[in-house]
Structure formats: C-alpha cells, structure tokens
C-alpha cells in the first residue's frame, strides 16, 4: 500500500489518538468509567496511532483521497 496521509494530518492523528488513551486511562472523568466509552475511545485511539506510524489509512485508499503530496 503507498503511504496517503500527510504530514499535517499525520500529526493531527498522533494527538487525537494520544488524547484519546488518556482521556480513557487517565482522566477519571465519569463518562469514561463505563465499559463500552472507554474501551471505544481506546480502539479508536490505538487506530489513529497506527494510521499515523504507517502513513496509511484504509478509509482514504476506498475513496482515493490523499493528504501528502506524493
């Protein structure tokens, strides 16, 4: 697969993704308390990890859009 995320988004993915894990790790916020938010939130926050290690997203490589400039 060729990389389609660029570095601006890539960045942007980082920080949700790292937000994500700490809001359902760390916060101590109640709405993360329950099972299905918080495991949800890590999911999607270990997803935007990989996505922004590899450079690859697979939603953008179905509909063919491309962030980076090569």
Same mark, same amino acid.
Do not use: E, H, Q
């Given at each position: 697969?060729?990389?389609?995320?660029?570095?601006?988004?890539?960045?942007?993915? #980082?920080?949700? $993704?790292?937000? +994500?894990? *700490?809001? !359902? @790790?760390?916060? %101590? /916020?109640? #709405?993360?308390? $329950?099972?299905? +938010?918080? *495991?949800? !939130? @890590?999911?999607? %926050? /270990?997803?935007?990890?990989?996505?922004?290690?590899?450079?690859?997203?697979?939603?953008?490589?179905?509909?063919?859009?491309?962030?980076?400039?090569?």
């Amino acid at each position: 697969m060729s990389t389609n995320v660029g570095t601006l988004d890539r960045l942007f993915r #980082a920080a949700l $993704g790292v937000g +994500l894990f *700490y809001l !359902a @790790l760390f916060s %101590g /916020l109640p #709405a993360f308390d $329950g099972g299905v +938010l918080k *495991y949800g !939130a @890590l999911v999607v %926050g /270990l997803v935007m990890i990989v996505v922004s290690a590899t450079r690859v997203c697979p939603i953008y490589t179905i509909f063919g859009f491309k962030t980076c400039r090569s």
